[in-house]
Nanobody, 129 residues
Framework: QVQLVESGGGSVQSGGSLRLSCAASGYTDFSYCMGWFRQVPGKEREKEREGVATIDSDGRTRYADSVKGRFTISKDNAKNTLYLEMNSLKPEDTAMYYC???????????????????WGQGTQVTVSS
């Protein structure tokens, strides 16, 4: 059973930076695609989570247009940890951020929440203007 635990959320002012981490356990191999999703109030269903960034088992990354050039996803296989470096944060980035993992998933499905079976508990990011 894959377990994911996010950390690193918080409150920052517009233009600030945060780094989210997701510690993963329960893997048997490195065939998993991993991603960061976010959810805002009013869209409480898991399937309504917005894909922010993903990284597949070969290290290929994809980003939502709204975060390109500002966010960077990376992973440390030795530490089984996924990261999301967020720079130039905007108030519209305010959301609950979730880490997700799924075996053998690739584009274009990697940015769709409904294709992931494993989720963390989420970490809140609040950006004030």
């Amino acid at each position: 059973q894959v377990q994911l635990v996010e950390s690193g959320g918080g409150s920052v002012q517009s233009g600030g930076s945060l780094r989210l981490s997701c510690a993963a356990s329960g893997y048997t191999d490195f065939s998993y695609c991993m991603g960061w999703f976010r959810q805002v109030p009013g869209k409480e269903r898991e399937k309504e989570r917005e894909g922010v960034a993903t990284i597949d088992s070969d290290g290929r990354t994809r980003y939502a247009d709204s975060v390109k050039g500002r966010f960077t996803i990376s992973k440390d296989n030795a530490k089984n940890t996924l990261y999301l470096e967020m720079n130039s944060l905007k108030p519209e980035d305010t959301a609950m951020y979730y880490c997700a993992a799924q075996e053998r998933l690739s584009a274009p499905y990697d940015m769709v929440a409904g294709y992931y079976n494993y989720w963390g508990q989420g970490t809140q990011v609040t950006v004030s203007s």
